[in-house]
């Protein structure tokens, strides 16, 4: 079982940026593709960015790419997630998760991920 808890969410203007950790309970980037998903308020639960055990390949939405970067600290047991010039769109519950079905492109489907954080809000808003 592994346990995933997200924090760094928060309020923040157009244009800012924000850091999320997600910090595992054991180490588990050698053994599992770890990702971000997001849900806004009425939408559907969609991938925001991952990272491959395999090579530490990292994905990312088009929505995302080239603002959003995702990286991992073996020794914390912990993946951020740096969110720069956000967009009032970025609205939304971010998710922390992990599975142990290797990923090979930017399509990960929530129902892929085996274990879930229970999510960190952020609202962009001016």
């Known amino acids: 079982q592994v346990q995933l808890v997200e924090s760094g969410g928060g309020m923040v203007q157009p244009g800012g940026s924000l850091k999320l950790s997600c910090v595992a309970s054991?180490?588990?980037?050698?053994?599992?593709?770890m990702g971000w998903f997001r849900q806004a308020p009425g939408k559907e639960r969609e991938f925001v960015a991952g990272?491959?055990?395999?090579?530490?390949?990292?994905y990312y939405a088009s929505s995302v790419k080239g603002r959003f970067t995702i990286s991992t600290d073996n020794a914390k047991n912990t993946v951020y997630l740096q969110m720069d010039s956000l967009k009032p769109e970025d609205t939304a519950v971010y998710y922390c998760?992990?599975?142990?079905?290797?990923?090979?492109?930017?399509?990960?489907?929530?129902?892929?991920?085996?274990?879930w954080g229970k999510g960190t809000l952020v609202t962009v808003s001016s």
């Open positions: 054991q180490h588990t980037f050698h053994t599992y593709e």
């Open positions: 998760a992990a599975t142990a079905n290797l990923q090979y492109n930017d399509n990960w489907r929530p129902g892929d991920m085996h274990y």
């Open positions: 990272r491959s055990r395999i090579g530490g390949i990292k």
